[in-house]
């Protein structure tokens, strides 16, 4: 049976979904206090925010532009 875009689509939210447990982890791991200058903490933010963007993405409807005049 050839996969569907499905399969794909459900094997890369697994993926985000395991990327962001471990981000996750990270950053509960992180020593305190934070300076708001660390930027490997900041890093570590912003890595979890592009996780959640992109899990985001594939959940979302995706617009089809469509001509005005056929």
Do not use: W
């Amino acid at each position: 049976m050839t996969p569907d875009i499905s399969d794909f689509i459900a094997l890369a939210k697994a993926e985000l979904k395991a990327a962001g447990r471990q981000i996750a982890d990270e950053i509960s791991g992180y020593p305190t206090p934070i300076a708001g200058c660390d930027a490997q903490f900041n890093h570590l933010l912003a890595q979890r925010n592009r996780v959640n963007a992109a899990l985001q993405a594939l959940d979302a409807d995706p617009h089809v532009p469509t001509p005005r005049q056929p």
